[in-house]
């Protein structure tokens, strides 16, 4: 996978707008599952933090994955869920708040728990003569330059400019949604020649580890008795992560090209998979709805 101009320059650039425009549109009501339903976010960031490492380690383990794509499809599963979650939340009426406060809670969380986990998986999958390293320190301070910082910004921002925030955050989460996608098709459009290989290697992989964590949010949130609402929202911000991400930190933090490739054939299928996840998941609830008021 090419290292470029647009994953050197623009991939951090929009990000950090990205970042900035969650930032800017939080408001205090939007941390409502913290104190609404705790129960219901303590599942969600457990399946976030525990099961989505657990499960891609597993993939990583099973696949005939070189240790380059084991590593890039387990720093995928460490980044937290992005706008994409929040927007099929917002789209399919699920629980817009609880998908918020776990995107924002994993986005503050992820700096410290993903070097760590990315360190552990080097040195579990690295092979003789090819090993890998991070440094962890350096790679915290990165990740919340990246991601921690932009959000605060946007909040601060938010809270002492309320009335303009209000008028450009719809703006900037719109750009938000259609640049992720013209990113991933822009990465997609350089290695165009290579796409199939990269499929070949890892799409089956990233695809597995998406549709796997999908239907496992919405196991453990269905098991612990959570409304539908919140069950889709969990499912969501467990079954997709932020993909964009994790092509960052591979082709920049961590400067290896093989590493983001699982970044990429992930953002690709996500967007599609999630899509007919909520799909499918809100027919199937009216239908149930509706089965109910026949009776």
């Keep these: 996978m090419q290292i470029d101009i647009m994953t050197k320059i623009v991939l951090p650039l929009a990000l950090f707008i990205i970042m900035f425009g969650m930032g800017l549109g939080l408001k205090k009501q939007d941390f409502g599952a913290l104190f609404i339903s705790p129960k219901a976010l303590s599942i969600g ?8 490492p657990s499960v891609a380690f ?12 084991a590593i890039g ?3 995928v599963a460490c980044c937290p869920g992005g706008v994409t979650s929040n927007l099929y939340t917002y789209l399919f009426k699920g629980d817009v708040a609880l998908s918020i406060s776990l995107t924002t809670l994993a986005t503050f969380i992820s700096p410290f728990t993903l070097p760590l986990i990315m360190h552990f998986a080097m040195q579990t999958l690295s092979v003789p003569g090819h090993e890998f390293a991070l440094p962890v320190i ?12 932009p959000v605060c910004l946007g909040m601060i921002f938010n809270h002492f400019k309320p009335h303009f ?32 290989s990269f499929f070949a290697t890892s ?30 929202s969990i499912a969501v911000e467990v ?12 082709s920049t933090l961590i400067n290896n090209a093989a590493m983001a490739i699982p970044g990429a054939t992930y953002s690709l ?24 008021n026949k009776a």
Excluded at 45 to 52: A, D, E, P, T, V
Excluded at 269 to 292: D, E
């Design 138 to 149: 350096k790679t915290i301070v990165q990740m919340l330059m990246i991601t921690v910082l």
């Design 165 to 196: 925030s209000l008028k450009i955050e719809p703006f900037i989460r719109r750009f938000s949604s259609v640049f992720l996608i013209v990113i991933v098709l822009s990465i997609i459009h350089k290695n165009a020649d290579q796409m199939l």
């Design 73 to 75: 499809l387990i720093l």
């Design 45 to 52: 960031l457990s399946c976030q933090l525990l099961l989505l």
């Design 58 to 69: 597993l993939l990583a383990m099973s696949f005939t994955l070189t240790p380059e794509l």
């Design 239 to 250: 079954g997709l992560q932020n993909g964009t991400l994790a092509i960052l930190i591979a």
């Design 203 to 232: 799409g089956i992989a990233t695809l597995t580890l998406n549709l796997s964590t999908l239907l496992l949010g919405l196991f453990f949130a269905k098991i612990s008795g959570l409304d539908h609402k919140q069950q889709m």
């Design 269 to 292: 299928s996500m967007f599609v998979t999630g899509y007919i996840f909520c799909r499918l998941f809100s027919a199937h609830h009216t239908k149930h709805l509706a089965i109910l």
